[in-house]
């Protein structure tokens, strides 16, 4: 059940938006009557629950997706140069984490149906120095890991997956978590299950999440617990790490909030066909594909715009409206920083770009109503309608055709 605050009134319709009901609520309050506030039993609990709901072995719980993906990096050993190959389509977190190493995230393009990173784009950029692929399983839709996977055996590469859009989602039947060497959740409100801030990374290997409850720990071996169990107050930190712990109270909330992730999946997925079939007669709007394989956690609804529509145009006109669109994402390597870092310049990922110019976030969450969701098919269309017998003058220059 959705709490008051959520059953959302908004006259403006968000991207995507938290549901916390009363039991969240209770789950927090409670943690916060316990004897733990930081680092205490909720927090094994916490991920016990998303590694057993993954069907893994272990997971690592962090105070954000970022730390997670950094602590993945710091784990399979990135450093000084090494070559981490990811794709230009994704959250700058997934390039930061690699530099954050000392090591040089190097830009796959994508598919121009799916925008998930580009196997062939993958292999065709490896080099000596290339250590790792870190696929994104972007919008919620899994990537191709069988074809990944390969890549990364016949070249001895570690293949991480950063599916901070893709908790619950599956591939061939089979569950993110379980189709690369660790994979990366993000907690953030927007995403799927939410814990305020966090993020965690689950794994079979024991070596990595071995690894990582140091690094989230400023290198430490033990944990405060552990010491106080063992009657000793003495430690070693035996290498460099970071405070990146995740609070009892935050994993009360992730632990309540885990159990409903089926029924927001359910409605993310109930949403997302709500859309596909209300834009498929359009020859304006083009939703992505999905792939056959794939079952997708719908963390977006991206489509893109077609012929003469633009993008920046029907952005403003739609937020004007009321509909609180948004663009994921510049390719990372057009960020100010990573061309001066890495002198990466436009035309690097053709693929990549064209689609830029063109995507919208449609507003995606599971507590909206079909009315709102109605809402935004009537708008985008007469948005499409209006610029069709009105042209707008587009900066962002590419141009599809729906197939
Ligand atoms: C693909 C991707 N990777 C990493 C992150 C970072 O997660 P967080 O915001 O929890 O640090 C995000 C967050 O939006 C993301 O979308």
């Known amino acids: 059940m959705n709490s008051k605050k959520n059953t959302i009134k908004h006259s403006f319709l968000p991207y995507g938006c938290q549901s916390i009901n009363e039991d969240d609520i209770a789950a927090v309050v409670a943690a916060l009557r316990s004897d733990w506030l930081t680092t205490g039993p909720l927090v094994g609990e916490f991920e016990k629950a998303v590694a057993d709901f993954c069907g893994v072995r272990y997971g690592v719980a962090v105070s954000s997706g970022t730390a997670a993906l950094h602590a993945a990096m710091a784990a399979i050993g990135i450093g000084l140069n090494d070559e981490v190959i990811i794709p230009a389509m994704t959250f700058a977190a997934t390039a930061n984490a690699v530099v954050y190493q000392g090591g040089q995230p190097v830009f796959a393009d994508v598919e121009a149906d799916t925008l998930l990173i580009d196997p062939v784009s993958v292999e065709a950029l490896i080099s000596k120095r290339t250590k790792a692929i870190v696929a994104v399983d972007y919008a919620g839709q899994p990537c191709d890991y069988p074809a990944l996977r390969a890549i990364a055996e016949k070249y001895g590469l570690w293949l991480v997956a950063d599916a901070c859009h893709s908790l619950g989602a599956e591939y061939g039947g089979k569950k993110v978590g379980t189709l690369a060497d660790c994979t990366v959740f993000s907690f953030h409100p927007v995403k799927h299950i939410t814990t305020g801030e966090g993020g965690m990374v689950v794994t079979d290997n024991p070596e990595l999440a071995e690894a990582m409850r140091r690094f989230r720990n400023h290198g430490i071996s033990t944990d405060h617990r552990q010491r106080e169990a063992s009657g000793t107050w003495q430690y070693e930190m035996v290498e460099l790490g970071y405070n ?20 927001f999946i359910d409605s993310r997925r109930r949403i997302a066909s709500h859309y596909s079939e ?12 999905i792939h056959s394989e794939a079952a997708s956690a719908w963390h977006l609804y991206v489509v893109r715009l077609l012929g003469n529509i633009s993008r920046e145009a029907a952005f403003r006109q739609l ?28 035309g690097l990922c053709p693929v990549a770009e064209a689609a830029y110019a063109t995507i919208l976030s449609l507003p995606i969450w599971p507590g909206m109503t079909e009315e709102q969701v109605h809402r935004v098919c009537e708008t985008l269309a007469l948005v499409v309608s209006e610029q069709v017998t009105s042209p707008q003058q587009d900066v962002s220059g590419a141009r599809l055709v729906k197939p």
């Open 244 to 263: 990146y712990r995740i609070t009892d109270f935050q994993c009360a909330l992730g632990v309540s909030q885990l159990s409903r992730l089926p029924t």
């Open 278 to 289: 209300a834009f498929s007669p359009s020859s304006a709007i083009l939703p992505l594909a």
């Open 319 to 346: 937020r004007e409206r009321g509909i609180g669109v948004n663009v994921h994402y510049l390719p990372v390597y057009l960020h100010p920083f990573y061309q001066r870092r890495f002198a990466t310049r436009l």
